[in-house]
């Protein structure tokens, strides 16, 4: 059964990048069949997806964050991972990474969620 | 504000059936069968109730099903039970730019 978990700081500085990694046990991501996403909630607020790559590296993101967002894969460690730089207070949310079905945001298998604040 | 438009809450008695809308427009919702929704209880991850409009993943009840009608999709839920008491996000593909877009949630109480 395929399992995700995110890492990374839960602090980060204003004007700095925030930088997840998301490993996944159970299963390769370079299996082929599937997206791998970040999706954040803000505090009390709904989910906001932020976008997802291929195996392959191909990359779609949300366009309101675009300039901002790169995600990647490490095929040799099992992982992938979400960098926003400039952050702001608005950036503080709990993040998850996920797998998608088909890229058309059927997200089977969710990580715990990791919550990242920043603040000075 | 949200790109699909739920309601903000629902809630019915153990045993009844209610229906969560969720609506979009001909770029979203209408035009395209990939809706999906989630259920989340409070400080989890959302878990995936229904995808392709009306798809249940394996392990999930057959009380939960799925349909589209137009710009708007629906969850039902059968047979409320007290641990059905959640909040309910719908999502869509969408043609707009964004890729993805969610619903503002529904939060369901189980009276």
């Known amino acids: 059964q395929v399992q995700l978990q995110e890492s990374g700081p839960g602090l980060v500085q204003p004007s700095q990048t925030l930088s997840l990694t998301c490993t996944v046990s159970?299963?390769?991501?370079?299996?082929?069949?599937?997206?791998w996403s970040w999706i954040r909630q803000h505090p009390g607020k709904g989910l906001e997806w932020i976008g997802y790559?291929?195996?392959?590296?191909?990359?779609y993101y949300n366009p309101s964050l675009k300039s901002r967002v790169t995600i990647s894969v490490d095929t040799s460690k099992n992982q992938f991972s979400l960098k926003l730089s400039s952050v702001t207070a608005a950036d503080t949310a709990v993040y998850y990474c996920a797998r998608d079905l088909n890229g058309y945001n059927s997200v089977d298998v969710w990580g715990q969620g990791t919550t990242v604040t920043v603040s000075s | 504000q949200s790109a699909l438009t739920q309601p903000a809450s629902v809630s019915g008695s153990p045993g009844q059936s209610i229906t969560i809308s969720c609506t979009g427009t001909s770029s979203d919702v209408g035009g395209y069968n990939y809706v999906s929704w989630y259920q989340q209880h409070p400080g989890k991850a959302p878990k995936l109730m229904i995808y392709d409009v009306s798809n249940r993943p394996s392990g999930v009840s057959n009380r939960f099903s799925g349909s589209k009608s137009g710009n708007t999709a629906s969850l039902t839920i059968s047979g409320l039970q007290a641990e059905d008491e959640a909040d309910y996000y719908c999502s869509s593909y969408t043609s707009s730019g964004t890729l993805v877009v969610f619903g503002g949630g529904t939060k369901l109480t189980v009276l």
């Open positions: 790559i291929f195996y392959s590296g191909s990359t």
């Open positions: 159970g299963g390769s991501i370079s299996s082929g069949a599937y997206y």
